[in-house]
């Protein structure tokens, strides 16, 4: 059975002055039926992981380094990550892909390094609109998903983000059935390569989610919660997400 997971993405949003959401977040959601993780910048990692100490809500990176440390001007390690308190990374997400170039071969360096550091990789995922288009889709997410996880995910440290490029930050979601292809696609893929670990990797949909449209996101096949951008900001609209997966 896959445990259902909230994953919020702040990126380049929030100071201290934000933790009072992550405050009411947990007050609100003491003991949610499902995984909630919120991923801050990294300035606020070791703040926000102190106010969860003790609590259900578990804190991330956005992003790690694929080496343990060394001369790398402004890059963080992934067992940096869990010394100030991270349990999980976001990697390959596709601002990352598209503003520094990275390829799948090292963001699998990257999970990987990860994993070495005891964390829980999200592994994103997803076409771009051209890509849809020119009925790319599947091909393209297979060639991301083949060479961005590594060898050796299971369930207990890989989640894959299937987040259409064409869908984040701009309120446009795929149809129900365009979610269900790509996530049937998806878990198929990973059961061929890993057996029954790969059944057991979560899938999150990413992209535009928000109160209105979560709950008939989460009843789609193999949806297994989403990653959350904007709409996990707010404390009120990333409870209201949590709802809709609790009750799915
Ligand atoms: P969004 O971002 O929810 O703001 O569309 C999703 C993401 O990039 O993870």
Redesign the pocket.
């Given at each position: 059975m896959r445990r259902k997971m909230a994953?919020g993405?702040w990126?380049m949003n929030g100071t201290e002055a934000s933790l009072a959401e992550v405050d009411a977040l947990i007050a609100a959601h003491p003991a949610p039926a499902c995984e909630v993780l919120l991923a801050p910048p990294a300035t606020l990692i070791a703040a926000m992981a102190a106010r969860a100490r003790g609590t259900k809500l578990a804190v991330g990176g956005q992003d790690c380094h694929c080496a343990a440390s060394g001369a790398h001007t402004g890059d963080i390690a992934a067992g940096m990550l869990a010394d100030a308190g991270a349990s999980h990374v976001?990697l390959g997400?596709?601002?990352r892909r598209a503003d520094y170039g990275e390829t799948d071969a090292q963001v699998c360096a990257k999970a990987t390094a990860a994993r070495v550091a005891g964390l829980v990789s999200l592994i994103?995922v997803g076409e771009t609109e051209a890509q849809r288009d020119a009925g790319e889709t599947l091909a393209i997410i297979g060639g991301q998903l083949g060479g961005s996880v590594p060898e050796g995910a299971d369930g207990s440290n890989t989640v894959v983000?299937y987040?259409p490029v064409w869908?984040?930050?701009?309120?446009r979601t795929p149809t129900l059935a365009q979610i269900a292809e790509v996530h049937d696609f998806l878990r198929a893929e990973l059961s061929a390569r890993f057996g029954a670990e790969g059944a057991a990797i979560r899938l999150l949909y990413?992209?535009?989610?928000?109160p209105v449209n979560a709950a008939e996101i989460f009843a789609t096949l193999n949806v297994d919660g989403a990653?959350?951008?904007?709409?996990?900001l707010k404390a009120a609209d990333f409870g209201a997400i949590i709802t809709a997966l609790e009750a799915g």
């Open positions: 994953a993405n990126k976001i997400h596709s601002e994103c983000a987040e869908a984040i930050g701009t309120g990413g992209g535009s989610v928000k990653l959350v951008g904007g709409a996990s």
